[in-house]
């Protein structure tokens, strides 16, 4: 039997249980330091607070499902500081990834920039109790984004362009972004740019799009699969210093919960998955309105069966 648990609102002790049973693993350890076991009985899948990551969330739990594994899900819990401490504290099992941001998460100091190195440098910083599996070809990065009238006007090409004019610019992105490392501190440290405010703007909605081509900001912080970009014109400056490093979607879980079973079903899901795929599939969420669920049942329906 399969119980879907939607968590929208933080991991509070409230929302740790259901009346499910409990999200471990069962069976037969192996024995050796994988954290694999021989079957799971149940897996709790999370997301983050955004469409993409619910997205992937509800294609990893389709795709289980059809191996056979119960399947429980909290999705929209937040940020990646709150669904970590979920999966340090058992709350969830699983949730989709993104390799450098992982990576930086665990690491401050990491500084590979390609997406093997990357993903080297993150399976080094994962704690003990967690596994990532293999990637994805799909990436969703950071990007800076202007309308193509402002990248016109100021000839705009690359983000070290906006140097000249980011005083006069509102930068427009998630909360969350005016704080980490590659976010408004790495653009002024990597590219020079002091823009003249920043304007938090929730995520997981078409705000930040809206903002931008309504002018009520000059520059924006776009994940780069968001449909908004190219349904508005929009440009995406490139990124020469790389201060938005490889973000391979990647499947990462707790070592307990992990076994043959899981890890080989959720590769079959990184191997079909790449940039243009998940763009498409986003878009079908965001732009066409298709339920999350009903995209990722067609998805694995379509390519893993």
Do not use: W
């Not at 938090?200 to 002018?215: K, R, S």
């Not at 790389?242 to 076994?259: C, E, G, H, I, M």
């Not at 191997?271 to 990722?296: F, N, R, S, W, Y």
């Amino acid at each position: 039997m399969t119980c879907r648990t939607a968590l929208t609102a933080g991991l509070s002790a409230g929302l740790l249980l259901t009346a499910c049973s409990d999200s471990t693993t069962q069976g037969e350890s192996t024995g050796d330091n994988s954290g694999t076991s021989t079957q799971a009985a149940s897996i709790t899948v999370g997301s983050a607070n955004f469409p993409e990551n619910v997205l992937l969330a509800e294609i990893y739990t389709a795709v289980l499902e059809g191996e056979g594994v119960e399947v429980q899900q909290r999705l929209n819990i937040g940020t990646r500081e709150t669904y970590i401490a979920g999966l340090e504290e058992g709350s969830i099992d699983l949730i989709p990834e993104y390799t450098g941001a992982l990576a930086l998460h665990f690491n401050p100091d990491a500084s590979a920039t390609d997406s093997d190195g990357v993903y080297a440098e993150l399976e080094d910083a994962l704690p003990n109790t967690l596994i990532v599996l293999e990637p994805s070809e799909a990436q969703d990065k950071d990007s800076i984004v202007v309308t193509r009238e402002g990248a016109e006007e100021f000839s705009l090409t690359t983000i070290g362009d906006l140097e000249p004019v980011a005083g006069e610019m509102v930068l427009g992105g998630p909360p969350e972004f005016e704080a980490r490392a590659n976010g408004v501190p790495g653009l002024l440290e990597v590219y020079g740019l002091d823009f003249s405010a920043y304007r938090p703007i929730v995520a997981g909605t078409n705000l930040t799009a809206q903002a931008l081509a309504d002018g009520q900001i000059g520059a924006a912080n776009i994940f780069s699969t968001d449909p908004a970009i190219a349904e508005n014109d929009f440009v995406m400056l490139e990124d020469p210093d790389s201060l938005f490093v490889a973000q391979n979607v990647v499947p990462l879980l707790t070592k307990d919960a992990n076994n043959d079973r899981v890890s080989t079903t959720l590769n079959k899901v990184s191997a079909m998955l790449d940039t243009p795929t998940l763009t498409e599939l986003l878009a079908k969420v965001v732009t066409d309105g298709e339920e999350p669920a009903d995209v990722a049942q067609a998805f694995v329906d379509d390519n893993i069966g």
